[in-house]
């Protein structure tokens, strides 16, 4: 079983920037994909971005422009690198891992932007 360990969470004023990791605890399928959701209070889970192996960057209109995913292969890690950051992105921050029929999730990071 793959877990998923996410940091980078935390307060941050409107305007700032914050970069989440997410690291899976073992070599996983060469084909896969990682990424972010995020869920605010009382809101579904929504797409933020992912990044295909050996494919390109997605990303929510809401995030374009102004989050940027990367993955580090060997490291078996996936990063968000979030600035101008608005209170709207205030939620819980997920990384998902899919490898064809199997799907990870990690436990969420809380990012809160204050106005």
């Known amino acids: 079983q793959v877990q998923l360990a996410e940091s980078g969470g935390g307060l941050v004023q409107a305007g700032g920037s914050l970069r989440l990791s997410c690291t899976a605890s073992e070599s996983v399928f060469s084909i896969n994909v990682m990424g972010w959701y995020r869920q605010a209070p009382g809101k579904q889970r929504e797409f933020v971005a992912n990044h295909p192996t050996g494919g390109r960057a997605n990303y929510a209109d809401s995030v374009t422009g102004r989050f940027t995913i990367s993955r580090d292969t060997a490291k078996n890690t996936v990063y968000l690198e979030m600035k101008n950051l608005m209170p709207e992105d205030t939620a819980v921050y997920y990384c998902?891992?899919?490898?064809?029929?199997?799907?990870?999730w990690g436990q969420g990071t809380q990012v809160t932007v204050s106005s």
């Open positions: 998902k891992l899919t490898t064809g029929v199997n799907i990870y």
